[in-house]
């Protein structure tokens, strides 16, 4: 097995721990995704305004004659990529919706202060520092990425033809693009780093926003039972499963998943400055993101999710990103005081509980972009962000 050079080091520390599992992150690092890489590939050949009409009519498509002059490539691709595996049950899929929603007001703050920043504390964040996405383009991508995370937990999201459902496929097919730009944009070194957004790497990612999200949650008082929490992993694995992560690393449960971010965790080098850059920039970026602008009232946000980020994911890991100074002593059990007084305060007022869901909902959805002409599905034409058309 070829090893990038950056992940010998971390490789060794994971095998002593389990050296079946790593063995397979690692092997994982150097996979794409080979049928949508040449797909996409095949869609540079044509001029942006053209594939993405060609694309958003394959997503619409609910019959072979509305795909119009799609050309024979594109047909294939979806055609070969609608057959739902068997282990997909959408029945299955309600409980973890109700508890997402019920549970949205603290989703935000899991999934920006602990979930996002932990896959940035990996060799994830060198494709965003060096793309500039982050940077250039911060809150459109936060909010990119609020959206697609409500549209998988809507009732039916995952169904053929749900937004939730074409939003991960387009995530797949961005992915694919963005791979593409960076190995031919001179600044991604293959031998140390593996294959930009890799299969381990987005496995990875896939078992944050599902496991440890869930363990996030846990943390600032959401309220679930079992079969809540296998739901809610059901849906993040089927989503992932759309997203291009191949079953050889794709999670069957949350004790699979915890142990898969676990291993590789270990595989990966120490956070670099990429890590440092793209997690602080995250942190300051999220009053942005919920159309706080105004300086002081930013500063101060920012150093409230600085402390509530370090309570969940750890002091050593704040350190490692160079967080500044802050104390998380006290943090998460005043989170769950609050969880605790409202769902007190909702059982003796239904009407009020009703009013805070309807309300947490609308903030989640102000957090996440919507636009008014529907999905776009533009892809990058440049590896820098602030010189690719906008997508």
Known sequence: MKIPSDYIPG????????????DKYVAH?????????AFVEALGELPQRESARFLRAAMDAEHENQLGDCPEFVRQFFKSHEIRPDWVAPKAFAPGVRMFHRNSKLVLGGMVGGTLVEGFSTNIAKSFFITGRLRDQGVRRLQQNNRHMVEIFMPGGLGRHGDGYKLSVRIRLVHARVRNLLRNSGEW???????????????????????????????????????????????????????????????????????????????????????IAMANSLVNAAPLVVGIDAPGERRHLSKYVYGVSRALIGSRMAHSLKYPFGVAFGVLPWFRLQARYEN??????????????????IGLLEASLFEEAGISYRLPDHVYAEESSRW
């Not at 490789?11 to 790593?22: F, H, I, Q, S």
């Not at 007190?344 to 909902?361: A, Y």
């Open 29 to 37: 690092t150097t996979i794409g995704d080979t049928d949508t890489d």
């Open 189 to 275: 070194d293959e031998e140390a780093w593996g294959a930009p957004l890799s299969a381990a790497h987005v496995g990875f990612a896939l078992t944050a926003f599902s496991a440890r999200l869930l363990k996030h949650l846990k943390n600032l008082g959401g309220k679930f039972n079992d079969e809540e929490r296998a739901s809610f992993m059901e849906v993040w694995r089927y989503t992932g499963y759309l997203m291009g992560v191949p079953e050889s690393i794709l999670y069957h449960d949350e004790e699979e998943a915890l142990r898969l971010f676990e291993i590789g965790l270990l595989c990966e080098p120490t956070p670099g400055v990429e890590s």
């Open 344 to 361: 007190i305060i909702g059982k003796i007022m239904p009407n009020t509980r009703n009013r805070n869901n309807f309300n947490n909902f």
């Open 11 to 22: 490789y060794g520390k994971a095998r002593a721990v389990d050296p079946e599992l790593a």
